[in-house]
């Protein structure tokens, strides 16, 4: 909603029963004023009545007179966002009385007595940004005063010199007139300004900025962390209308703006993102007034730690048979070679939030065994009214479906050991050829390879071996 707020002097509202205290976006407000009696308006092109606001900017809507300069009559569309609305009137004594509007013409009065001149009172609005002022400031201030104001930043804020806060107004004469603060430093600026005669109000706009930018390395981007409740917000203010009024015709003219245009992308990221500062979002030139966060930093790792790959058997059994897989979360699946048996792997993921890279990294021993680059990101889909397009990937990342914890699967082989535990083993998956007088103890014959027959060797030379391996072969 919107508030009217009157500041009337030697005037008074006509159409009290259409004119309220709050507005809705989309309505036109109509206010109709009579100067009183013996009284009209000024009708110099910045002295008449006069409706001021901020929307994206500041902005003043001037009063049509009639009848003489008694009668004054503003039209104002209200504006989407525009949270009070300051209308200024001042009517001043004629100097010969003419009947008010409507009123039958009578004898003269006599004249009245001079009413004493006062100093006007002049509105003070204040814009800042990251940045507070050190003295109260106040809402009016008579015309002639001086006005003192030291502004500090807030921590972690500067000003820039190149941006330096401002007082402006509209001048007697119509033109915008601004003076700048003096820096003390780049967290210290004050001001001593003495207040003109003939202005009905003045602006007082700082803008304070983050001293380290993350991406300062990406050129004119900024980033911020955002959340549903910001995002409604910023949906809110997305689209801007501006009324214009011809002065010729009276004909209103509307303009619409897009700051959607000005989003480069909306990421959603599957890891928790640090904060860094405290700002405001600004798309382009537009400070939209909603705070949020800056990331931290442009680069984040993240340690999920680390774990032994055991050597089960303790033998080239291991490395000839194991398979060591490492789940990933968002990529699946990859496998790890012989070479981390026995050591302890370390697991990290690095993550760059500017242009949505991420990369695991599977290090033993300090060094780098594996990278496995990584999709975390997902896009928020929007569409923009200047371009026919929709921004952001619609494809989609199943990765986001994936299990969050990452794990290890190692499928190995047991080897097959002989009933008794003697020096020389048969494997399951390896065999050992000897000359049977160095064979000491017991060997099976269901243990004997198929493939232990020399070349030459009948079968039945080698059913005969395995007869006498069976009935045992035992060298003192």
Same mark, same amino acid.
């Given at each position: 909603?919107?508030?009217?707020?009157?500041?009337?002097?030697?005037?008074?509202?006509?159409?009290?029963?259409?004119?309220?205290? !709050?507005?809705?976006?989309?309505?036109?407000?109509?206010?109709?004023?009579?100067?009183?009696?013996?009284?009209? +308006?000024? &009708?110099?092109?910045?002295?008449?009545?006069?409706?001021?606001y901020y929307y994206m900017g500041w902005e003043t809507e001037w009063s049509t007179l009639s009848d003489n300069n008694k009668i004054a009559i503003i039209n104002l569309y209200i504006n989407e966002g525009v949270g009070k609305i300051d209308l200024w009137a001042e009517a001043i004594q004629e100097?010969?009385?003419?009947?008010?509007p409507g009123e039958a013409t009578t004898e003269p009065e006599p004249e009245p007595e001079p009413i004493p001149e006062t100093k006007k009172g002049v509105k003070v609005k204040t814009f800042l940004t990251n940045c507070t002022a050190l003295e109260d400031i106040p809402p009016t201030i008579a015309?002639?005063?001086?006005?003192?104001?030291?502004?500090? =930043?807030?921590?972690?804020?500067? /000003?820039?010199?190149?941006? !330096?806060?401002?007082?402006?107004?509209?001048? =007697? /004469?119509?033109?915008?007139?601004?003076?700048?603060?003096?820096?003390?430093?780049?967290?210290?600026?004050?001001?001593?300004? =003495?207040?003109?005669?003939? %202005?009905?109000?003045?602006?007082?706009?700082?803008?304070? #900025? %983050?001293?380290?930018?993350?991406?300062?390395?990406?050129?004119?981007?900024?980033?911020?962390?955002?959340?549903?409740?910001?995002?409604?917000? %910023?949906?809110? !203010?997305? /689209?801007?209308?501006?009324?214009?009024?011809?002065?010729?015709?009276?004909?209103?003219?509307?303009?619409?703006?897009?700051?959607?245009?000005?989003?480069?992308?909306?990421?959603?990221? /599957?890891?928790?993102?640090?904060?860094?500062?405290?700002?405001? %979002?600004?798309?382009?030139?537009?400070?939209?007034?909603?705070?949020a966060f800056q990331p931290k930093d442009v680069e984040y790792i993240f340690d999920f730690g680390s774990c032994n790959i055991p050597m089960i058997n303790d033998n080239t059994l291991d490395y000839d048979t194991n398979i060591i897989s490492v789940f990933l979360p968002f990529a699946g699946f990859?496998?790890?070679?012989?070479?981390?048996?026995?050591?302890?792997?370390?697991?990290?993921?690095?993550?760059?939030?500017?242009?949505?890279?991420?990369? #695991?990294?599977?290090?033993?021993?300090?060094?780098?065994?594996?990278?496995?680059?990584?999709?975390? +990101?997902?896009?928020?889909?929007?569409?923009?009214?200047?371009?026919?397009?929709?921004? &952001?990937?619609?494809?989609?990342?199943?990765?986001?479906? #994936?299990?969050?914890?990452?794990?290890?699967?190692?499928?190995?082989?047991?080897?097959?050991?002989?009933?008794?535990?003697?020096?020389?083993?048969?494997?399951?998956?390896?065999?050992?050829?000897?000359?049977? !007088?160095?064979?000491?103890?017991?060997?099976?014959?269901?243990?004997?390879?198929?493939? +232990?027959?020399?070349? &030459?060797?009948?079968?039945?030379?080698?059913?005969?071996?395995?007869?006498?391996?069976?009935?045992?072969?035992?060298?003192?």
């Amino acid at each position: 909603m919107t508030n009217l707020e009157l500041h009337l002097t030697n005037c008074h509202v006509y159409n009290t029963d259409e004119v309220k205290e !709050k507005y809705s976006a989309g309505e036109t407000m109509t206010v109709i004023l009579h100067a009183d009696k013996c009284c009209k +308006f000024k &009708g110099g092109q910045f002295e008449m009545p006069s409706a001021s606001y901020y929307y994206m900017g500041w902005e003043t809507e001037w009063s049509t007179l009639s009848d003489n300069n008694k009668i004054a009559i503003i039209n104002l569309y209200i504006n989407e966002g525009v949270g009070k609305i300051d209308l200024w009137a001042e009517a001043i004594q004629e100097d010969v009385c003419t009947p008010d509007p409507g009123e039958a013409t009578t004898e003269p009065e006599p004249e009245p007595e001079p009413i004493p001149e006062t100093k006007k009172g002049v509105k003070v609005k204040t814009f800042l940004t990251n940045c507070t002022a050190l003295e109260d400031i106040p809402p009016t201030i008579a015309s002639g005063e001086t006005l003192k104001v030291t502004l500090i =930043a807030d921590e972690g804020k500067a /000003f820039k010199d190149e941006e !330096k806060p401002t007082i402006s107004y509209y001048s =007697a /004469f119509g033109s915008w007139e601004e003076e700048y603060f003096t820096l003390e430093s780049d967290t210290r600026a004050n001001i001593s300004f =003495a207040v003109p005669e003939d %202005i009905t109000e003045l602006q007082i706009t700082a803008n304070a #900025y %983050i001293v380290e930018v993350v991406t300062n390395n990406y050129g004119a981007i900024n980033a911020y962390i955002v959340d549903n409740d910001i995002l409604d917000k %910023i949906a809110e !203010k997305r /689209f801007i209308e501006n009324v214009y009024t011809n002065p010729t015709t009276g004909e209103q003219i509307k303009s619409e703006k897009d700051l959607g245009t000005l989003i480069h992308s909306i990421k959603k990221c /599957f890891v928790s993102v640090p904060k860094g500062l405290s700002d405001v %979002i600004r798309l382009g030139n537009t400070n939209t007034n909603i705070k949020a966060f800056q990331p931290k930093d442009v680069e984040y790792i993240f340690d999920f730690g680390s774990c032994n790959i055991p050597m089960i058997n303790d033998n080239t059994l291991d490395y000839d048979t194991n398979i060591i897989s490492v789940f990933l979360p968002f990529a699946g699946f990859i496998d790890l070679d012989g070479y981390v048996l026995g050591k302890d792997i370390k697991l990290s993921l690095k993550l760059n939030i500017i242009n949505s890279t991420a990369v #695991y990294i599977i290090e033993c021993e300090n060094i780098v065994v594996k990278y496995v680059d990584v999709n975390i +990101f997902d896009d928020i889909i929007y569409k923009t009214t200047s371009e026919e397009r929709i921004n &952001g990937d619609v494809g989609n990342n199943s990765g986001g479906l #994936y299990e969050l914890t990452p794990y290890v699967i190692y499928t190995y082989k047991n080897e097959i050991k002989p009933e008794t535990t003697e020096e020389n083993r048969i494997f399951n998956n390896s065999f050992e050829v000897v000359q049977i !007088k160095d064979i000491k103890g017991e060997i099976k014959g269901d243990l004997l390879p198929t493939t +232990f027959k020399p070349k &030459g060797m009948t079968t039945e030379e080698y059913n005969e071996l395995k007869r006498i391996i069976n009935e045992g072969v035992i060298y003192e």
